[in-house]
């Protein structure tokens, strides 16, 4: 064996170089990388007993891509991966990939310039740049479309979805596919049979059938693709860079498309969506990292699930331990409700399986682990009991009061409060230790993110076994203080605040929501109170008309739920502006003396956004939040902020924090202590 460098070792068997990667995490192809492939290539090409060259990787994966900790940096001097992939494509040699783990991105486009390609049966690959504001720069666009045709292609790019090893095998990515504990072997058997038979110099520049069949439809083919997905990739940048660099590959030679690929890369590159997109990568990754608990911090076992409450929020979360082979027992109050809540899970499992997503079996697997139960009794076994029922003080006191006589010693026993005080609840047990807060996000099976509430007496195996537990479920799980809606909610009321202000002083529902759907958001604050239910928390026996919503109600508007609310709507959901909701407000502003006047988008945005931020600073001044990157977390996963925009904390340091400061200060709002003393400094919340 020779070390070629630091990362590469260079070992030879017969005629057959084998080079072997070494660079964990994920063998990102950092310049020792680059050096090691193309000081290993060279060698294994300049030694004349070696007939064929065999890639692979140590540890748990393929290269998994660019390094992204050298984006945005200056370059370092190393071969560059250009250089690397043109001395592979120049090899005189049948070059063979073998590819476990995940080959992503600048991994995959290494691939794609060897000759041949052998993968273990649980790899995967893809080119997930577009997740990082980016395009494949290093030939993907050009190779890919021309070894599956630029529909796949399309696909790929602008989806960045990893693809099984069967599937790629298929769309003609890799070239045989063996098990796991094959691939080596697999790979010098592919290797001798090149040589022994002479197999061609096969490169994927070179291969042109698909996009020549593909070019007299080309036009219509990629109208109809933008048409499609226009409203899943309204805003951001990257994904029409990468429609237009598989357009390339079908209407233009090789180097011409990859003329085009650079020109579009570069500009990615330095923009902020990708520097957004790139941050929330990492900003993800660091929500799992808990101060003060070790990286390997002993996890308490969850094998078995309670859930009190059958609703929609039970249910949801029911659903997220189902998935994953956890059984859950979930416990109500009445038959009824209990019977209704199963029903729903069912349901919603039958819904997936309709759409081929889930087989028959699958359900019933998953049902299989589901138990309902009237009596709080059978959660005694239960590793994790999480209750989700009304939120109201005193009733959560009494269901923990119950639990502790319930739950087995070292049980978790969790709320799913999204308001309430965590310590006050744990208080009400013997074992205040034992009580954390996990905040889910409605629909409970579907949204991301989970904010874990760490109470004063939370002990950290708990904390610990909280998180792990999210990111076992799939959850994004960041951990939050104890305060009044945590962060996403304590943060959300100071833009609800202001978007009712706003429709009092002059603007209209719909403008509001236009704003925030036109800054990136899903939908805007009234559209979002028509889809809960403009009654949520309404009691028409108290009502005294105080508020717009409360008029709303007492004139029997619902929202959605009956077509009537800020919106009204037909039978298919189409809403359009209510002139009724428009004279409740109207009347509602005269009555307090309101001057209605004309509202600009720019006050509407920064009105919204703007004491949002500054809440966002009192929760890290308050240590509510472990750090900045974390609100933006909550922000992404559970409220529908625009990836591409970073989070509200990263949004902030490019909008620029002094420029906040006077903006608060213009609408009348005392701006946190520290973001003045960040903006006084110079300073940013994220660094970036
Ligand atoms: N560069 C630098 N660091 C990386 C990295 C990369 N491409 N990919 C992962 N890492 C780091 C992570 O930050 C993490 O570091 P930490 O332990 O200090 O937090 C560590 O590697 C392990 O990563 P994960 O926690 O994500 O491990 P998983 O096993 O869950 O996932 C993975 C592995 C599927 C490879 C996932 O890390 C991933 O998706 N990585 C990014 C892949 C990617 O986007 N590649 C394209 C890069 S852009 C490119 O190639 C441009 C080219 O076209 C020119």
Redesign the pocket.
Known sequence: MTAINAVMDLTRDGEVAVLTLNSP??N??SAPVRDGLALGIAAAEADPAVKAIVLICAG??FI??????EFGKPAVKSAS?FDVQTAMEQSKKPIIAAIH??A????L?VALTCHYRIAAASAKCG???V??G?????G?TQRLPRLVGPEIALDLVTSGR?VGAKEALKMGVFDEVVADDQLLPGAMAMARKAIAEKWPLRLARDVNDKVDAARPNAAKLFADFRAKNAKLLRGFEAPEANIQCIEAAVNLPFDEGIKVERALFVPLMQGLQSRAQRYV??AE??AAKVEGLPADAQLLPVKSVGIIGAGTMGGGIAMNFLNVGIPVTIVEMKEEALSRGIGVIRKNYENTAAKGKLTAADVETRMGLLKGSLDLADLGQADLIIEAVFENMDIKKELFAKLDGVAKPGAILASNTSYLNVDEIAAATKRPGSVVGMHFFSPANVMRLLEVVNGAKTEPAVLATAMGIGKKIGKIAVVSGVCHGFIGNRMLSFRQQQAQKLILEGALPSDVDRVLYDFGFPMGPFQMSDLAGLDIGWNAATSKGETIRDRMCEAGMRGQKNGKGFYNYDAERNRTPSPETEKIILDYAAERGINRRSIDDDEILERCLLPMVNEGAKILEEKMAQRASDIDIVWLNGYGWPVYRGGPMFWADHYGLAKIVERLKHYGITPAPLLEKLAASGQTFTGQ
């Open positions: 995490p994920v990102a192809l748990r994966t998994a891509g660019a390094d992204i900790t991966l783990g995940t992503l991105g600048g991994g486009e080119l997930p740049e997740k990082l980016l395009l494949p720069g290093a993907g990893h990568f990492f990754r660091m």
